[in-house]
């Protein structure tokens, strides 16, 4: 028997991911390296007659077939047209594979190393490959998965986090109080920059999912692809101070504009999209308490301090947001 409340991953033991790959004509040799992922669980597995492949079994409940398909679709339209993402191995006609209950996708192996995002050139490059994969995700929306929203990240990661017991009483009203005005003035920052453009994301582009060698890039996981405004792909690769990170953001628009333009008026929310962020993230590691990696990984969690730390960073972000948008 399979569990699938509390710890969905229970019964993916070694034999099953092994012969899940069977299953699609894959015969592994045994051995297999856990690779960092908390959402999915994420192996490499060597094989005796062919190099490595990677199998990632998906998280139960969290996406449709439809969804996980349509995210398997748009990788491949990006990697028919030379973008470097990742696309999943076909077998049998179908990207995504079943066996014994857990949904899963194969891909082949790339190496690289992180990034040097202090590095301008890097950042330019970098710009390049997301005005062509912005270029591409512009040409027709998804029809399945969903946007990026106030009501999804940010009202319904409060809701769920106030119905439970994850937050101290004494901090309880606070942190709600503190939340509630940070949402609020996330909405405003949407409302002032109007009807920007939506269109198909990578969702999560952040260092760690950019895999970078001598060659350039490739883009993987792109479990988190959704609907939503161009600067989402853009702005999680700035850091440090409000010059270093308007220098590090002309650098990524030099190369992203030789392919695809961007609204301005996007820059007025990267404050909003990064507060609903971080009130997303707290939901994110309660809705996952359940499965036995998480209280292990984020043992901070649900403790005094945490949600101390939480409310000064939603202070903090509120007062970003009503500073001027970085100048690009």
Same mark, same amino acid.
């Given at each position: ?36 992922? #908390? ?17 990632? #079994? ?15 679709? #748009? ?64 040409? !027709? ?47 405003? !920052? ?6 920007? !453009? ?98 292990? !990984?984020?043992?901070? #969690? ?27």
């Amino acid at each position: 028997m399979i569990a699938r409340d509390g710890a969905p991953y229970d019964g993916l033991s070694p034999d099953r991911i092994l012969d899940a790959l069977d299953s699609v004509g894959l015969r592994g040799d045994g051995r297999l390296l856990a690779l960092n992922s #908390f959402e999915n669980r994420v192996y490499q597995a060597w094989r005796d007659d062919a190099p490595p492949v990677v199998v990632k #079994f998906y998280r139960p409940a969290r996406w449709t077939d439809d969804q996980i398909r349509e995210e398997h679709a #748009f990788v491949q339209q990006l990697a028919e047209r030379e973008i470097p993402a990742v696309p999943p191995l076909e077998f049998r006609g179908a990207t995504l594979n079943e066996f014994d209950g857990y949904r899963f996708a194969v891909y082949e192996r790339f190496g690289g190393r992180a990034p040097e995002l202090d590095r301008r050139e890097t950042l330019v490059r970098i710009g390049r490959y997301i005005g062509r994969i912005h270029a591409i995700g512009a040409i !027709a929306p998804f029809s399945s998965r969903p946007a990026l929203t106030v009501a999804e990240f940010g009202v319904a990661s409060r809701d769920y986090l106030l119905q439970r017991d994850f937050l101290p009483p004494d901090l309880r009203t606070v942190w709600q109080g503190v939340v509630d005005h940070a949402l609020e003035a996330a909405r405003s !920052a949407l409302q002032r920059a109007g009807q920007v !453009a939506l269109l198909r994301l990578h969702g999560d582009c952040h260092g760690g999912n950019v895999l970078w060698t001598d060659a350039g890039a490739h883009f993987v996981d792109f479990d988190d692809a959704r609907m939503g405004p161009a600067i989402q792909d853009l702005w999680m690769l700035l850091s440090g101070e409000r010059a270093e990170m308007e220098a590090q953001l002309a650098a990524l628009l030099e190369g992203y504009e030789e392919f695809r333009g961007l609204d301005r008026r996007e820059l007025i929310v990267i404050e909003a999209l990064r507060t609903l962020r971080l009130v997303h993230y707290c939901a994110w590691i309660a809705r996952r308490w359940n499965d036995p990696a998480f209280p292990l !990984a984020f043992p901070w #969690f649900n403790t005094q301090r945490y949600w101390q730390d939480r409310i000064l960073e939603l202070r903090e972000q509120i007062a970003a947001m009503d500073e001027p948008p970085l100048d690009a």
